[in-house]
């Protein structure tokens, strides 16, 4: 089991910027792939960005690239979402979850979650 628990969320104004924290216990988390989600009222979940474990390369969804930054330290057991040039249409709900196996952007097949972070982006 891996517990997955997120915050840094709030309330920022659009060209604002927030850094959501992922923190991680139970199982190793260092060879897990860490994805980021996020939810908007009325919408499905939908993909932002992932970190595979080995060798860190990142991948992001079009709506986020540019301006979404996700890092993680394994010795904190930490993932990271850096948000700058935040829009509105950002703001969500936005949850951390892990794999073993998977890095993709297919949320069913990630075996562990958060419990979320909301975001509100105001114009």
């Known amino acids: 089991q891996v517990q997955l628990a997120e915050s840094g969320g709030g309330l920022v104004q659009a060209g604002g910027s927030l850094r959501l924290s992922c923190a991680a216990s139970?199982?190793?988390?260092?060879?897990?792939?860490m994805g980021w989600f996020r939810q908007a009222p009325g919408k499905e979940r939908e993909f932002v960005g992932v970190?595979?474990?080995?060798?860190?390369?990142?991948y992001y969804a079009d709506s986020v690239k540019g301006r979404f930054t996700i890092s993680r330290d394994n010795a904190k057991n930490t993932v990271y979402l850096q948000m700058n040039s935040l829009k509105p249409e950002d703001t969500a709900v936005y949850y951390c979850?892990?794999?073993?196996?998977?890095?993709?952007?297919?949320?069913?097949?990630?075996?562990?979650w958060g419990q979320g972070t909301q975001v509100t982006v105001s114009s």
């Open positions: 970190i595979r474990w080995l060798g860190g390369n990142t």
């Open positions: 979850a892990a794999s073993l196996y998977y890095s993709g952007s297919s949320d069913s097949n990630y075996d562990y």
């Open positions: 139970g199982r190793t988390f260092s060879n897990h792939h």
